[in-house]
T-cell receptor, first 115, second 112 residues
Framework: ETGVTQTPRHLVMGMTNKKSLKCEQH?????MYWYKQSAKKPLELMFV???????ENNSVPSRFSPECPNSSHLFLHLHTLQPEDSALYLC??????????????FGPGTRLTVL | TQLLEQSPQFLSIQEGENLTVYCNSS?????LQWYRQEPGEGPVLLVT?????EVKKLKRLTFQFGDARKDSSLHITAAQPGDTGLYLC????????????FGTGTSLTVIP
């Protein structure tokens, strides 16, 4: 495996379900990100981890819970979601969150539908 | 939040035509990036520009950063069907820990 991988690629869940999204990067990077991409809206940064420490939480509702057990893996735990949370969830990584220019490498995303 | 507006939002052109897409903001950025996102995939970085007035070329793609570092343009010459995708600009601000703010995107379709 190379680059950034995400599983599952598609997920349909009810509002009472609990599920988790997984991201893995094989690039030796130290920063990982979760983004939400909705139709007709800019990419929204949700969480940032740098060297396994959460450095940013952009006012994300508590029904989204990130976990970063090591620099290569990032999870997004989901519970009691709302239909408006349906979107493409993208994971990205970069060498270091504080680095100038900070090129980010994105995974293919998980298409989430909340019924 | 530093808003970046992209125009046009949608663009459909014939193969071989030229096009320009724009990325505008009222905020000054330390650097600006352009990404292309193909259906079913994540965005892929095309270029980073860091100096006001800077022009970078990538084959048939020409990127320009505005003199005041508030705007940018992407010009494609002789568009090909392989250029089809969502083009995203992202402005970086070193004063906010190099956080990048993404634009609204331009969806380009090149018809063979």
């Amino acid at each position: 495996e190379t680059g950034v991988t995400q599983t599952p690629r598609h997920l349909v869940m009810g509002m009472t379900n609990k599920k988790s999204l997984k991201c893995e990067q094989h690039l030796g990077h130290n920063a990982m990100y979760w983004y939400k991409q909705s139709a007709k809206k800019p990419l929204e940064l949700m969480f940032v981890y740098n060297f396994k420490e959460q450095t940013e939480n952009n006012s994300v509702p508590s029904r989204f819970s990130p976990e970063c057990p090591n620099s290569s893996h990032l999870f997004l735990h989901l519970h009691t979601l709302q239909p408006e949370d349906s979107a493409l969830y993208l994971c990205a990584s970069s060498q270091d969150r504080r680095g100038a220019n900070n090129e980010q490498f994105f995974g293919p995303g998980t298409r989430l539908t909340v019924l | 939040t530093q808003l970046l507006e992209q125009s046009p939002q949608f663009l459909s052109i014939q193969e071989g035509e030229n096009l320009t897409v724009y990325c505008n903001s009222s905020s000054v950025f330390s650097s600006l990036q352009w990404y292309r996102q193909e259906p079913g995939e994540g965005p892929v970085l095309l270029v980073t520009v860091v100096t006001g007035g800077e022009v970078k070329k990538l084959k048939r793609l020409t990127f320009q950063f505005g003199d005041a570092r508030k705007d940018s343009s992407l010009h494609i010459t002789a568009a090909q069907p392989g250029d089809t995708g969502l083009y995203l600009c992202a402005g970086g601000n070193a004063l906010v820990g190099n956080q990048f703010y993404f634009g609204t995107g331009t969806s380009l379709t090149v018809i063979p």
